[in-house]
């Protein structure tokens, strides 16, 4: 067994309230138990939504409740930059080699366009209702794009294989199967804005930092069946997966921006104490 090396992996868009208390509390105590490395990764590609001052924020929360992290922006470490929009020229690379091996495509369709086609093809949407299917008579023929040498500003996307299960165990929910092409379809790798879209990002740095677990929210489940099908386009090994479960509020609803109370400082500025939040964390908790 490689050594274990998790990551913690916060954007930037807010401040970190409870549910990510729980996910990176979890993934500290798993990677500390062990005896592993713990790199800290700021996610801040989306740059119409990330803040530095939630950037800061977040490190000041997380230390103040009780994490550290032996590779990060504040540490340095062998793998820097651990800020993801410093990181373009490898996610760059990354999309050259999937594009020089056919599996991903410029689409220059807007949504509007992707939205018609979908209700003109009656697409129902079997899998996640979050997810909206990339309508497949969208997709250009093959090889289109393949003699581009830079992404440009167009959306590219990842064919995925119609009709393929996607099998993963995870640490906590078990066995996991998804169906390209039925839970999820064609997905963004690259932004008309210039920047890797989150899957490519996540698959190129996770790869490169050698993480070999990653932990995160449940709600991330889908995602990894796409980062998996990235993992074997690029011929890399994926690591072990382990993903936590939701903090909700008392109507069910999974914690956002607009629970601002359950902010991680606000708590704190309530004199609570980090003590007092990881009592509070473990799974069946539910708020209110
Ligand atoms: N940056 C993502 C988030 O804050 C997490 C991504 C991941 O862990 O893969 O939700």
């Given at each position: 067994m490689?050594d274990?090396?998790g990551?913690?992996?916060?954007t930037p868009?807010g401040y970190?309230h409870l549910?990510h208390?729980?996910?990176?509390?979890?993934a500290?105590?798993r990677?500390?138990?062990?005896?592993?490395t713990?790199?800290y990764?700021?996610?801040d590609?989306?740059q119409a939504r990330c803040r530095?001052?939630?950037?800061?924020?977040a490190?000041?929360d997380?230390r103040?409740f009780g994490?550290?992290?032996?590779?990060g922006?504040?540490v340095?470490?062998?793998?820097?930059?651990?800020i993801?929009?410093?990181?373009g020229?490898?996610?760059?690379?990354?999309w050259?080699?999937l594009?020089?091996?056919?599996?991903i495509?410029?689409?220059?369709h807007?949504?509007k366009?992707?939205?018609?086609?979908?209700q003109?093809?009656?697409?129902?949407?079997e899998g996640?209702p979050a997810?909206?299917?990339?309508p497949t008579?969208?997709r250009p023929?093959?090889g289109t794009g393949q003699?581009?040498?830079?992404?440009?500003?167009?959306?590219?996307?990842?064919?995925?294989?119609d009709g393929?299960t996607?099998?993963?165990e995870?640490?906590?929910?078990?066995?996991?199967?998804y169906t390209?092409?039925r839970?999820?379809?064609d997905?963004i790798v690259?932004?008309?804005?210039g920047?890797?879209?989150?899957d490519?990002?996540v698959v190129?740095?996770?790869?490169a930092?050698?993480?070999?677990?990653?932990?995160?929210?449940e709600?991330l489940?889908l995602?990894?069946?796409?980062q998996?099908l990235?993992?074997?386009a690029?011929?890399?090994?994926p690591p072990a997966?382990y993903?936590t479960?939701l903090?909700r509020?008392?109507e069910g609803?999974?914690?956002a921006?607009?629970?601002?109370?359950?902010?991680i400082?606000a708590?704190?500025?309530?004199?609570?104490?980090?003590?007092?939040l990881?009592?509070h964390?473990?799974?069946?908790?539910?708020l209110?």
């Amino acid at each position: 067994m490689p050594d274990y090396r998790g990551r913690i992996a916060p954007t930037p868009t807010g401040y970190l309230h409870l549910g990510h208390a729980r996910t990176f509390g979890c993934a500290f105590e798993r990677c500390r138990l062990a005896g592993g490395t713990l790199i800290y990764r700021l996610e801040d590609l989306d740059q119409a939504r990330c803040r530095p001052e939630y950037a800061m924020a977040a490190m000041e929360d997380l230390r103040w409740f009780g994490l550290d992290w032996q590779e990060g922006p504040d540490v340095g470490g062998p793998h820097a930059p651990y800020i993801q929009s410093q990181r373009g020229d490898w996610h760059r690379a990354i999309w050259r080699r999937l594009k020089d091996r056919g599996w991903i495509y410029p689409s220059h369709h807007s949504r509007k366009e992707v939205a018609a086609a979908r209700q003109a093809a009656n697409a129902p949407n079997e899998g996640d209702p979050a997810e909206e299917l990339f309508p497949t008579d969208l997709r250009p023929t093959p090889g289109t794009g393949q003699n581009r040498t830079e992404p440009g500003e167009v959306n590219w996307r990842f064919r995925v294989p119609d009709g393929e299960t996607i099998r993963f165990e995870d640490g906590r929910c078990g066995t996991r199967a998804y169906t390209a092409g039925r839970d999820f379809g064609d997905f963004i790798v690259w932004r008309r804005d210039g920047f890797a879209a989150y899957d490519l990002a996540v698959v190129a740095d996770d790869h490169a930092m050698h993480i070999t677990e990653v932990v995160r929210g449940e709600d991330l489940l889908l995602a990894t069946a796409r980062q998996l099908l990235l993992y074997r386009a690029l011929d890399w090994e994926p690591p072990a997966w382990y993903h936590t479960a939701l903090v909700r509020d008392h109507e069910g609803r999974r914690l956002a921006k607009r629970h601002a109370d359950l902010s991680i400082r606000a708590l704190a500025s309530l004199n609570w104490k980090a003590s007092d939040l990881w009592h509070h964390l473990p799974e069946g908790f539910s708020l209110g």
